[in-house]
T-cell receptor, first 110, second 115 residues
Framework: QKEVEQDPGPLSVPEGAIVSLNCTYS??????FMWYRQYSRKGPELLMY????GNKEDGRFTAQVDKSSKYISLFIRDSQPSDSATYLC??????????FGAGTTVTVRA | DAGVIQSPRHEVTEMGQEVTLRCKPI?????LFWYRQTMMRGLELLIY????????DSGMPEDRFSAKMPNASFSTLKIQPSEPRDSAVYFC?????????????FGAGTRLSVL
């Protein structure tokens, strides 16, 4: 079993819809949680990061962490075609090693 | 700043050849990471450096892989000899730690094909 599980999708939604992405993890030592966005043929870029359970909002993006369930989510409101990308969850313990999910490919249809 | 710069962007080589990938981190960043991305295994950390010193190389798959960071502005990842299963996209990332350790800036990657 992988440490971080993420459904690779693909996920296709109409413009304006809410995109819901999630990851589960098995290691309770993970303390820090991130979401990266990766456009085709590009490197990942950090989108959101959270260090505790609860919600964090940034514009159209909301990240949720539930440590008791070992479950994290990313919501994208009012999705745009420019949001079409692969979204990777990432997490780490008290070191610098990030463990990534497989990534979910999202397409927002105009 | 130009961001993390990787070269070459694409590399096609034959099995058994030596391959050298290069990375220039963002100026002032003291952490440098090498990742490999494949469809099967996703994004995997190979090795990371702090202040030019390798800290954790447990992700390096085999002795055929080696990485160096001779100074703060340059790192290499070498594969010798290369094999077809090494075909992947290799990313370099850097960050300014320790308070910004999670904000890793990735380069555009080197797409390696070993024939």
């Amino acid at each position: 079993q992988k440490e971080v599980e993420q459904d690779p999708g693909p996920l296709s939604v109409p413009e304006g819809a809410i995109v819901s992405l999630n990851c589960t993890y098995s290691n309770s030592a993970f303390q820090y949680f991130m979401w990266y966005r990766q456009y085709s043929r590009k490197g990942p870029e950090l989108l959101m990061y959270t260090y505790s359970s609860g919600n964090k909002e940034d514009g159209r993006f909301t990240a949720q962490v539930d440590k008791s369930s070992k479950y994290i989510s990313l919501f994208i409101r009012d999705s745009q075609p420019s949001d079409s990308a692969t979204y990777l969850c990432a997490m780490r313990r008290n070191d610098y090693k990030l463990s990534f999910g497989a990534g979910t490919t999202v397409t927002v249809r105009a | 700043d130009a961001g993390v710069i990787q070269s070459p962007r694409h590399e096609v080589t034959e099995m058994g050849q030596e391959v050298t990938l290069r990375c220039k981190p963002i100026s002032g960043h003291d952490y440098l990471f090498w990742y490999r991305q494949t469809m099967m295994r996703g994004l995997e950390l190979l090795i990371y450096f702090n202040n030019n010193v390798p800290i954790d190389d447990s992700g390096m798959p085999e002795d055929r892989f080696s990485a160096k960071m001779p100074n703060a502005s340059f790192s290499t990842l070498k594969i010798q000899p290369s094999e077809p299963r090494d075909s992947a996209v290799y990313f370099c990332a850097s960050s300014a730690g320790p308070n910004n350790r999670d904000i890793q800036y990735f380069g555009a990657g080197t797409r390696l094909s070993v024939l």
